[in-house]
């Protein structure tokens, strides 16, 4: 099946810096990604969908500057959380559709962002 | 809004037990249904889907039916095995799989042997 991976895996950031998250594609073209942010012990919670070569769209009640998000290619977006704090920790989940993925999203295996 | 409800866990089973993880759902329109699984360390994968009224979905032993009348698409498994210990999300797409989903909290499963 395809697969979608992220980077880092894990991060460890002190309050006030900014974090970058990759999501890739690795042997598909995906027209669409999604990132969601996963609470313990909570269901995952769309915070926005991008199209390549677009400016994505963010659900409501998440900031737009805070969670800037970059899909410049098919194989790559990006998520970065700027001016993090605390509230900020949680575990983030990125997911790919595109043609050749038909009608599913595949997830990649979720970054684990922890703000001192 | 569109919203999943799926029973809480943690769901503890002896290997070979009957499974059943209940899954309804709130939407307006016909939504498509989805149960994601996650493995230890391991990213979200589609285990089966729905997409209209009474279709069922079935993979790797597993069948949900898609019930209008009852809003649900619970889970089963005739005889489950240590390897199906994950965390199982039921969730919903409003225009099908490519488009955002709605999950539920999901519902952990711990097959001992």
């Known amino acids: 099946g395809a697969v979608v991976s992220q980077h880092p895996s894990r991060v460890i950031c002190k309050s006030g810096t900014s974090v970058k998250i990759e999501c890739r594609s690795l042997d598909f073209q995906a027209t669409t990604m999604f990132w969601y942010r996963q609470f313990p012990k909570q269901s995952l919670m769309l915070m926005a969908t991008s199209n390549e070569g677009s400016k994505a769209t963010y659900e409501q009640g998440v900031e737009k500057d805070k969670f800037l998000i970059n899909h410049a290619s098919l194989t790559l977006s990006t998520l970065t959380v700027t001016s993090a704090h605390p509230e900020d920790s949680s575990f983030y989940i990125c997911s790919a559709s595109g043609a050749r993925g038909g009608d599913t999203q595949y997830f990649g295996p979720g970054t684990r962002l922890t703000v001192l | ?113």
């Open chain 2, 1 to 113: 809004g569109d919203s999943v409800t799926q029973m809480e866990g943690p769901v503890t089973l002896s290997e070979e037990a009957f499974l059943t993880i209940n899954c309804t759902y709130t939407a307006t329109g016909y939504p498509s249904l989805f149960w994601y699984v996650q493995y230890p360390g391991e990213g979200l994968q589609l285990l089966l889907k729905a997409t209209k009224a009474d279709d069922k979905g079935s993979n790797k032993g597993f069948e949900a039916t898609y019930r209008k009348e009852t809003t649900s698409f619970h889970l089963e498994k005739g005889s489950v095995q240590v390897s199906d210990s994950a965390v199982y999300f039921c969730a919903l797409s409003a225009r099908g799989g490519s488009e955002k989903l709605v999950f539920g909290k999901g519902t952990k499963l711990t097959v001992n042997p």
